[in-house]
Structures are given as C-alpha cells and as structure tokens.
Nanobody
Framework: QVQLVESGGGLVQAGGSLRLSCAASGRTFSSYVMGWFRQAPGKEREFVTAISWSGGYTIYADSVKGRFTISRDNAKNTVYLQMNSLKPEDTAVYYC?????????????????WGQGTQVTVSS
C-alpha cells in the first residue's frame, strides 16, 4: 500500500478557491488510480473525483463538475484537487485515496489506501 498525506485545506469564503494536495510515498505512484472523497458533518463519505494513472481519464461527481479539477504529477508523487467557486455545501473533510487497479471508479470500497483527511470550510 501507499502512504497518503493531504494538505491545503482551510477556511475560505463562498466563491473562493482552494487547491488540495495529496503526497504519496513509494516509487510506484504512477501505477495508482487516485481519488478524492469528502465527508460533511453528519453525512456519509461521498465520491468527489478520480483520475487514471496516466492522468488522461477523469471522472467527477455531478455536484462538483465544472468547478473542481483533479490533476496529478507523477514525477512529484502528488495528486491535486483545484476547487473553484466554492459553496458552503462543499464544507467537509476531504480524503485522498489510491488503488492499483486498472479502472477509474467512484466506489469507496474500490480504494485500498486512504489519507487522514484535510478540513475544508466554506463560509457564506
């Protein structure tokens, strides 16, 4: 398994932007499908977005499509989540996840490695 550490969370006003980073350990990062999930207070964790090992294929939840962008830099063992036009309902703990499978999936149980999460709070 790969070790994941998220960073970049914080407090931002509605309409603002944040960029989250997820740094991964190990030399095989480029073989991992990477995903972002989030969990709001009192709610179950939900899928946000995922990216293929090459970065050439991405999927998004409808709630973030057009506002969030996932990308990766395999040379830096890092995946990013650029979040624009943030809304109060985007407030959550954001988790990075990884899997060595071939497909890009939105199912939580597909991912085998998880970070500790980073808090994102959007004020109205």
């Amino acid at each position: 398994q790969v070790q994941l550490v998220e960073s970049g969370g914080g407090l931002v006003q509605a309409g603002g932007s944040l960029r989250l980073s997820c740094a991964a350990s190990g030399r095989t990062f480029s073989s991992y499908v990477m995903g972002w999930f989030r969990q709001a207070p009192g709610k179950e964790r939900e899928f946000v977005t995922a990216i293929s090992w090459s970065g050439g294929y991405t999927i998004y939840a409808d709630s973030v499509k057009g506002r969030f962008t996932i990308s990766r830099d395999n040379a830096k063992n890092t995946v990013y989540l650029q979040m624009n036009s943030l809304k109060p309902e985007d407030t959550a703990v954001y988790y990075c996840a990884a899997n060595q499978g071939l497909g890009v999936h939105n199912a939580e149980n597909y991912y085998e490695s998880w970070g500790q999460g980073t808090q994102v709070t959007v004020s109205s």
